[in-house]
């Protein structure tokens, strides 16, 4: 698959031995695109010189395992490598389907979303359900995806006083995002359902199923059908390439 480039981005040290590459200050999936393909075609050329890649919604930080020479020749050399890639390559992504249980056992949000958003708890499950949704960038726990693509009937402020403890696998909404927490936490989110996928396995090779680029897609299911689940072990998310 590939992808024709903007050439709209920015190039700022950050630090010593890191940069910091930046597009248009908004969230966009074409952006999201090409941030992808220019981190693959970076980490082909110059993978063994690299420490870390952090992705975000319109950045790109770099850092390199040592100390930069020159910011202006590193700048130069990677302007060289997207000059030189009008057509970017990126790697096989995926549409991962996700079971959630929107019980208001753990949706314990829905009726007081239903009230401020005029809509039915049966219609904001629907519409959450129904969106497909883009993996930006992957924070600010482990595992913790943002994604893009839901739909603007759903946008609702995050809680003034946030929960002290959010159960893990907890599907939520805040601002104009959803997400799942991959481990109990703190959070502000408004809590609409809950996962028995686990989004963050230390034991694993990718302790994070998805990456930036990948899609997920949310499929109701009832509350007997999650606890079976929950008793699974290794249980994973159905995919499809896409």
Same mark, same amino acid.
């Given at each position: 698959m590939s992808i024709q480039t903007s050439k709209k981005i920015t190039y700022k040290p950050y630090g010593s031995s890191a940069i910091l590459i930046e597009w248009e200050a908004k969230i966009d999936l074409e952006i999201?695109? @090409? #941030?992808?393909?220019? *981190?693959?075609?970076? !980490? @082909?050329?110059k993978g063994e010189e690299i420490e870390d890649v952090i992705i975000g919604y319109h =950045?790109?930080?770099l850092?390199?395992?040592e100390a930069l020479k020159s910011f202006l020749n590193e700048k130069e !050399? +990677?302007?060289? #490598?997207? *000059?030189?890639?009008?057509v970017l390559k990126i790697s096989n992504n995926y549409l991962w389907e996700i079971p959630v249980c929107y019980d208001v056992t753990?949706?314990?949000?829905?009726?007081?979303? =239903?009230?401020? !958003?005029? !809509?039915?708890?049966?219609?904001? #499950?629907?519409? &959450?359900? @129904? =969106?497909?949704?883009t993996v930006y960038f992957i924070g600010f726990l482990p595992g913790f995806l943002y994604l893009g693509g839901l739909d603007e009937l +759903? &946008? #609702?402020?995050?809680k003034a006083t946030p929960r002290l403890k959010v159960p893990k696998g907890s599907v939520a909404i805040g601002?104009?995002?959803?997400?799942?927490?991959?481990? @109990?936490?703190?959070?502000g989110w408004n809590l609409i359902g809950n996962t028995p996928i686990s989004f963050f396995?230390?034991? *694993?090779e990718q302790p994070c199923f998805a990456n930036s680029g990948d899609q997920i897609q949310f499929k109701p299911i009832s509350k007997s059908m999650y606890f079976e689940m929950k008793e699974q072990v290794n249980l994973e998310p159905t995919k499809t390439m896409i």
């Amino acid at each position: 698959m590939s992808i024709q480039t903007s050439k709209k981005i920015t190039y700022k040290p950050y630090g010593s031995s890191a940069i910091l590459i930046e597009w248009e200050a908004k969230i966009d999936l074409e952006i999201n695109k @090409e #941030i992808v393909s220019f *981190k693959n075609k970076i !980490l @082909e050329y110059k993978g063994e010189e690299i420490e870390d890649v952090i992705i975000g919604y319109h =950045s790109i930080l770099l850092k390199f395992k040592e100390a930069l020479k020159s910011f202006l020749n590193e700048k130069e !050399l +990677l302007q060289e #490598i997207y *000059k030189n890639s009008s057509v970017l390559k990126i790697s096989n992504n995926y549409l991962w389907e996700i079971p959630v249980c929107y019980d208001v056992t753990f949706g314990v949000d829905l009726i007081e979303m =239903s009230k401020k !958003l005029n !809509l039915t708890p049966d219609e904001i #499950i629907q519409k &959450h359900s @129904e =969106s497909v949704y883009t993996v930006y960038f992957i924070g600010f726990l482990p595992g913790f995806l943002y994604l893009g693509g839901l739909d603007e009937l +759903l &946008h #609702i402020p995050r809680k003034a006083t946030p929960r002290l403890k959010v159960p893990k696998g907890s599907v939520a909404i805040g601002g104009a995002q959803t997400g799942v927490y991959p481990q @109990e936490s703190a959070g502000g989110w408004n809590l609409i359902g809950n996962t028995p996928i686990s989004f963050f396995d230390i034991t *694993k090779e990718q302790p994070c199923f998805a990456n930036s680029g990948d899609q997920i897609q949310f499929k109701p299911i009832s509350k007997s059908m999650y606890f079976e689940m929950k008793e699974q072990v290794n249980l994973e998310p159905t995919k499809t390439m896409i």
